[in-house]
T-cell receptor, first 116, second 111 residues
Framework: EPEVTQTPSHQVTQMGQEVILRCVPI?????FYWYRQILGQKVEFLVS????????KSEIFDDQFSVERPDGSNFTLKIRSTKLEDSAMYFC??????????????FGPGTRLTVL | RKEVEQDPGPFNVPEGATVAFNCTYS??????FFWYRQDCRKEPKLLMS???SGNEDGRFTAQLNRASQYISLLIRDSKLSDSATYLC????????????FGTGTSLTVIP
């Protein structure tokens, strides 16, 4: 069964450092997403990406964040200067349909980011 | 204001019991509804989509009431493996693709 993969599974970084989280979405999917979940809290939307551009982003997704699809398979989330409050689990998701239909999203296993 | 609200539980039920979870959403423009399950420190996994007519998948039944902006999930004959957090998820027409998650309802099935 096809699945979304993410690397690394755990990233520890110092405050102020840049991190790049990587995702490989399901191969025939066209819509890609990043969510985050702070420990003990709900899953929160960060950004959606379609046709090589951001289609939506939340208030959380400020200028410190960026996304890229550098090639035909990878989808990355970059945090330029990490803060303590960026510590969370970051989930990548993909779907084969957009939001105007039932767009079941399939989630990767997540990257746990710890900012010290 | 929370877009999606759930009773956080926890629900502790014996094996074989029937348990129901409820969820309400605030935006009447919501158009797609899902139940996901999340095991501890794992990713959300799609359990089932929730359609207007209601739908069933084995021991799981989902219902949608658009007038009351209410979604439910019924689990019959609970198994130990059903222990997880159940996430109510809503997609709103005016915000395209993003999912709004509830905080989740914790279920523990006891032997």
């Amino acid at each position: 069964e096809p699945e979304v993969t993410q690397t690394p599974s755990h990233q520890v970084t110092q405050m102020g450092q840049e991190v790049i989280l990587r995702c490989v979405p399901i191969s025939n999917h066209l819509y890609f997403y990043w969510y985050r979940q702070i420990l003990g809290q709900k899953v929160e939307f960060l950004v959606s990406f379609y046709n090589n551009e951001i289609s939506e982003k939340s208030e959380i997704f400020d200028d410190q964040f960026s996304v890229e699809r550098p090639d035909g398979s990878n989808f990355t989330l970059k945090i330029r200067s990490t803060k303590l409050e960026d510590s969370a689990m970051y989930f990548c998701a993909s779907s084969d349909r957009g939001g105007y239909s039932y767009n079941e999203q399939f989630f990767g296993p997540g990257t746990r980011l710890t900012v010290l | 204001r929370k877009e999606v609200e759930q009773d956080p539980g926890p629900f502790n039920v014996p094996e074989g019991a029937t348990v129901a979870f409820n969820c309400t959403y605030s935006n009447s423009a919501s158009q797609s509804f899902f139940w996901y399950r999340q095991d501890c420190r794992k990713e959300p996994k799609l359990l089932m989509s929730v359609y207007s007519s209601g739908n069933e998948d084995g021991r799981f039944t989902a219902q949608l009431n658009r007038a009351s902006q209410y979604i439910s999930l019924l689990i019959r004959d609970s198994k130990l493996s059903d222990s997880a957090t159940y996430l109510c998820v809503v997609n709103m027409r005016n915000t395209g693709n993003q999912f709004y998650f509830g905080t989740g309802t914790s279920l523990t099935v006891i032997p």
